[in-house]
């Protein structure tokens, strides 16, 4: 296998509902994407692409081939990923592995989403259609009531009480919204206090509002790179050295491990072992923050705290720049806004931005070399995880 | 290889109240829902039998936003619940009082009622309608 890099990214604003096309979108990111990478359209080979529900918040199915034409790559094979929220990231992984088998150099990476464009109502409809849809969307399933039984079952399993656990889930929202202030790229770019989350809107028990990351529009694209050639493109690449993916059936499923999911302990030993390091190692981590709850759950499979411990450890900042591990100094998922196809690619745009040192001072992890993202679709469905460390 | 128990004679059971899963006769697991291999051993030397209706709650969600088409069903109570004869499986329950439905929900029997099974009566996208079980809290 060949070394493989990130060479340069882009994301748009992440937004509400908006009036750009997914085509639209994603070609504004690819030519920022290739511009700071110093590649033209007729050096990229492939392009891999997140999306989800194109077809149903604008119509549009098979929106890579539209947007490789957009942006001067006609031509060339343009694959579209689904794996729920997790399709970026599916993206990555699957890029990589072109890259470093030596099939191809150059490749354009990243996702598209109008989630904000769907509206609530058919946005919470096909958002559900990633759980099982014969034996849990009966029920009246959705993405708010997943989490909301893993953060019950979260409090029964670890025997806290569930005040403790929502303080817990508060203060992880509360984290997310202070450094997504800073982020200018960022939907929900406000000071949230534990107050405000804690008395918003029930959504599904015990998640309110503030627990939840908003619907989104947006894009977010980079640039991967083979070892035979980044040095022409840029003196900082960032080398990918880690992948795992790994999937997993319905909740019902997964009752041995819940509240645990299990598909993320498999893909992030993985990622870990390919990379050759440990969870100590990573100094800045972009986690799929859906849920509050789903903060703490990640971070304890990802090994930086012990398992039912992780709210204790955001409490006393080890969660936060200059703690263990910075966790989502983009505002994460919760601030930074989620366009799920988008996801992925917009975390491994930020953890190559922090290692480089390049985003706003305020949320600027000091010195990282080593980030991870970690990207979760459907109720564990599909889980990717990415390990980068500085290449130069 | 045929699949044993479909979605479709799973529902058609489940409508008439009968809870339907498969016995593994390799390793006695029972599997439901139903799947095309034992959860346990992925053997596919595998029985249709009928199912207790009975088990216990792991957890839980007093749901307020349902999705589009099913908004006049809010609020509703979702249930994991562990049948008695081991697997989890998902269903409503009756009570929607936030003053019952609690963390105390967790670990109290329940069965499923003599009301019978809730239909979601199906949408535009999801092929038919599809039932699931209704849960009561046992004394
Ligand atoms: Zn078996």
Known sequence: MRKVFVVGGAQSPFTVAQQKTQVELFSEVSMEAMAASNVKSKDIQAIFMGNVLGDFSEGQAMVQAFAADNIGCAGIPANRYEGACASASVAVRDAFIWVASGFYDIVLVGGVERAASLGTPLATRTFAMASDRSYEFPSGLTFPAVFAMLAHLYAKTYDKPLEQVKEEMATVSVQSYKHGIHNEKAQMRKEVTMEQVLSSFVVSTPLQLHDCCPFSDGAAAVILASEDVVKKLTAKPVQITGVGQASAGPLHGQKKTLPRIYSRELSVKQAYDMAGIGPKDIDVCELHDCFSIASLIAAESLGFFEYGKSGEAWIEGQADIGGKVAINPSGGLKSRGHPIGATGAAQVYEIFRQLRSEVEPQRQVPDAKIGMTDTLGGDGGTLVNIIMKRGW | ?139
């Not at chain 2, 058609?12 to 959860?39: F, H, Q, R, Y």
């Not at chain 2, 999705?67 to 004869?85: D, F, K, M, N, S």
């Not at chain 2, 269903?91 to 009301?115: E, F, H, Q």
């Not at chain 2, 809730?118 to 092929?127: E, H, Q, R």
């Open chain 2, 1 to 139: 290889m045929e699949y044993k128990l479909t979605f479709e004679a799973y529902n058609k059971a489940l409508k008439k109240n009968k809870l339907l899963g498969l016995t593994c006769k390799d390793c006695g697991t029972i599997t439901a829902p139903p799947k095309m291999v034992c959860s346990e051993c992925a053997g596919t030397n595998l029985d249709i039998v009928e199912l207790s209706g009975k088990g216990t709650i792991k957890t839980f969600t007093l749901n307020n936003v349902a999705a589009e088409g099913r908004e006049c069903e809010a609020p509703y109570t979702i249930v994991l619940v562990e049948l008695a004869e081991g697997p989890w499986i998902m269903g409503n329950l009756m009570v929607i009082d936030p003053a019952v439905v609690t963390m105390d929900l967790i670990g109290r029997p329940v069965s499923m009622g003599k009301l019978g099974p809730k239909v979601f009566p199906g949408d535009k996208y999801s092929a038919g309608d599809s039932a699931r079980p209704l849960f009561n809290l046992e004394s």
